[in-house]
């Protein structure tokens, strides 16, 4: 595997290509870059199999080479130094990143999991996906990839009605009835969506505020969705989720 890595910092630069190196098998760095400028032109020079992209380089951003290269045939393993904004966008599009300092366990991980990705039609979307989220605000990404047993879905967030916690894994309830199941915690999509309309009423559920028909006192209280779907709220969660509801626009 052809590999070219863009890193802002020489001794970064230095130890991810002895890791890759010394402990990585079929991987060939074929050249390294520290700014915008020099990244677009060894990925137009190589065409890569797949890039280290770092996050903040010293002429601007690993974000800025992806848009600036038209022929986006290789697949992206950001890496960073810090829980940034930035990172959310990133699990949004549901593309892998590395904390530095690398850790080689998961550096291995990341690249194991590329190797087994067939579709790069799908890994296409998913970049498109990533530059789109970036340039949004916040609370205006209107898409998440999520991973599912059969492949990548693209959902629109507006369509989500509630997540429901399985385990380690999370149900997705989706508008006409569809359900999704993927492979992270529920904790991790109540982080993913803190600045959209969405709330943890329960250990169990998150749900999207848009998506509350009513809220009903009896039984203890519980909220029915939309698609007529019982949601149990925890006591101490009624008077922020009444507040939070009555906020709504």
């Known amino acids: 595997m052809d590999v070219i890595i863009i890193e802002d910092e020489l001794k970064s630069r230095e130890n991810l290509k002895l890791l890759l190196n010394k402990f990585c098998k079929d991987i060939t760095v074929l050249d390294m870059a520290h700014d915008v400028s020099s990244a677009i032109s060894i990925i137009e020079t190589y065409n890569p199999d797949l890039i280290f992209l770092d996050i903040e380089l010293q002429t601007g ?12 045939n290789f697949e992206v393993i950001f890496t960073t130094a810090f829980e940034q904004y930035a990172l959310k966008a990133i699990k949004f599009s549901s593309i892998d990143y590395l904390l530095k300092p690398i850790d080689l366990e998961e550096l291995q991980q990341a690249i194991a999991k590329v190797r087994l990705k067939k579709d790069k039609e799908h890994y296409k979307e998913k970049l498109e996906l990533l530059l789109r989220n970036i340039s949004e605000q916040p609370n205006e990404k209107s898409k998440i990839c999520l991973a599912t047993g059969d492949g990548l879905e693209f959902i629109a967030i507006k369509d989500i009605i509630y997540c429901e916690a399985s385990g380690s894994y999370t149900n997705f309830h989706l508008v006409d009835n569809k359900k999704l199941m993927v492979s992270k915690n529920l904790k991790e ?27 009903i006192k009896s039984e203890g209280g519980y909220i029915l969705m939309k698609n007529d779907a019982q949601i149990s709220i925890s006591q101490g969660k009624r008077d922020i989720f009444l507040l939070k509801m009555s906020q709504l626009r």
Not at 61 to 72: A, C, D, H, S, Y
């Open 61 to 72: 951003t690993g974000f800025e080479v992806l848009q600036k290269i038209k022929k986006r």
């Open 189 to 215: 999509y109540e982080h993913l969506f803190e600045n959209h309309q969405f709330m943890r009423v329960h250990n169990s559920f998150l749900v999207n505020l848009e998506m509350v028909k009513k809220f």
